[in-house]
């Protein structure tokens, strides 16, 4: 027997060269307090990284930056969760590949819980996450793993 599943809609998707120049715009529609997820180098080394973190803090955005530096373990997401001690954060934004996105959707989705990520995973999980979350901006940089697209915890 197969379990009962949905697929989650997107609420939108912009795509064109240089659209990450817009990021600040998306962004502001939520707030100006932030998680900024990457990985370790490609975008850190970037001109699109140096003129997108000018941006934000010319237009008054305060983040905080973590880096997966490869594929995310429960540990790294409650380590970057535990890290923002009850702040305020009106949104997440993973810029990157699919360890990247995937990482900061779990971030999104675990800010202000008490439990582990590790409590939510498939299979291994004993409960069942109650689906709220922080507003997400998945930005790939790589194509192919189709992370910006898939649900959510």
Do not use: C
Not at 43 to 61: I, M, P, V, W, Y
């Amino acid at each position: 027997m197969v379990n009962s599943f949905q697929f989650a809609r997107i609420p939108a998707i912009h795509f064109g060269g240089g659209i990450i120049a817009r990021l600040p715009a998306f962004a502001s529609q939520f707030g100006r307090r932030l998680i900024i997820v990457t990985g370790k180098g490609s975008f850190l080394n970037s001109q699109q990284a140096e003129r997108l973190f000018t941006d934000l803090k010319k237009d008054g955005f305060v983040w905080q930056h973590f880096i997966i530096p490869g594929e995310p373990s429960p540990e790294m997401i409650d380590q970057s969760v535990n890290a923002i001690n009850d702040e305020k954060i009106d949104l997440v934004i993973g810029i990157g590949g699919g360890s990247v996105l995937d990482a900061g959707k779990a971030v999104s989705a675990m800010l202000y819980k008490s439990d582990s990520v590790k409590e939510y995973l498939e299979v291994t999980g004993t409960k069942t996450h109650p689906g709220t979350k922080v507003p997400f901006i998945a930005v790939p940089t790589t194509s192919g793993t189709g992370s910006e697209a898939t649900k959510m915890l």
